[in-house]
T-cell receptor
Framework: DQQVKQNSPSLSVQEGRISILNCDYTNSMFDYFLWYKKYPAEGPTFLISISSIKDKNEDGRFTVFLNKSAKHLSLHIVPSQPGDSAVYFCAASARTGRRALTFGSGTRLQVQP | DVKVTQSSRYLVKRTGEKVFLECVQDMDHENMFWYRQDPGLGLRLIYFSYDVKMKEKGDIPEGYSVSREKKERFSLILESASTNQTSMYLC????????????FGPGTRLLVL
């Protein structure tokens, strides 16, 4: 049973427009969420994170929103650039229990020039 | 910058062979992790370690073992490789306290024939 779900396997947007990547989770013990970006043949790199005490965190062109009641988070990229084309993974960490992250299945973003 | 290195980028092995994947991190991180990445399944945790000689099973430990004799090094062992272990293997590390952010190596793409 997937505790972190990314229901859109792929997304295509035009350069300069907004990209919105979504993630849902089922475990109410998750209290910290992260987004990773992965290029082919490279390891994932940390992008942005948010604690459950917040509902928004912003870093440059990247903003993560957290809706705890809906168990939903989203990553907004504005404006999108061709270099943003990659696979994006949502991940979550629980306040108790194991220290490892639980990852979603990823969304492949393609930004068209 | 945190550096996580993996011994091989690409490996081709035969069914039944014993396979060693090595991971080294240079930031004195306590936690180290092994994941495998498969299309549509995201990153799945195989094993992790929170201290030298300590290890815990992840979500898919069957067919794998690990070794952590030194803090900076975490090895993944496929005791008898099978074709269903063909995958991308990713190593990561993180601090024990504070940030839950994990830092990933470049990955090892393993093909078992």
């Amino acid at each position: 049973d997937q505790q972190v779900k990314q229901n859109s396997p792929s997304l295509s947007v035009q350069e300069g427009r907004i990209s919105i990547l979504n993630c849902d989770y089922t475990n109410s013990m998750f209290d910290y969420f992260l987004w990773y970006k992965k290029y082919p043949a490279e390891g994932p790199t940390f992008l942005i994170s948010i604690s459950s005490i917040k509902d928004k965190n912003e870093d440059g062109r990247f903003t993560v929103f957290l809706n705890k009641s809906a168990k939903h988070l989203s990553l907004h990229i504005v404006p999108s650039q061709p270099g943003d084309s990659a696979v994006y993974f949502c991940a979550a960490s629980a306040r108790t229990g194991r220290r490892a992250l639980t990852f979603g299945s990823g969304t492949r973003l393609q930004v068209q020039p | 910058d945190v550096k996580v290195t993996q011994s091989s980028r690409y490996l081709v092995k035969r069914t039944g062979e014993k396979v060693f994947l090595e991971c080294v991190q240079d930031m004195d991180h306590e936690n180290m992790f092994w994941y495998r990445q498969d299309p549509g399944l995201g990153l799945r945790l195989i094993y992790f370690s929170y201290d030298v000689k300590m290890k815990e099973k992840g979500d898919i430990p069957e067919g794998y073992s690990v070794s952590r004799e030194k803090k900076e090094r975490f090895s993944l062992i496929l005791e008898s490789a099978s074709t269903n272990q063909t995958s991308m293997y990713l190593c990561a590390s993180s601090l024990l306290q504070g940030s839950k952010t994990q830092y990933f190596g470049p990955g090892t793409r393993l093909l078992v024939l």
